[in-house]
């Protein structure tokens, strides 16, 4: 699979539990929405990526990638301590300027 440079590096910081968090992905305004909630800017996605690490030590391995339109959709599989593991989840990304503008992860 030929992951977008920014998406790569996404989940190649995902494989590493103890790793930063990839905010150097994302562009400075940039948003992550995952459980209900959106995180806007490096901090506030630097933060999130910590505490989910710290809640769930899960990693994400990319399954199969569409895009359409400006949109890079993602299958994972995503492994760790929650119910239901590993589940198949969807991270949907928008690039700008081979960045991340945007990140949208759900079922």
Known sequence: MNLPLPITTFFEADRNLDGDAP??????????????????????????????????SHTAEPLNMRQNDGVTEVRALVTGDFPGSPAPLTFVFVLADDKIADLKIGA
């Open 23 to 56: 905010v150097s992905a994302f562009s400075t305004d940039a948003a992550v929405t995952d459980e209900g909630q959106t995180h806007v800017g490096h901090t506030a996605i630097g933060n999130w990526w910590r505490a989910a690490k710290r809640k769930y």
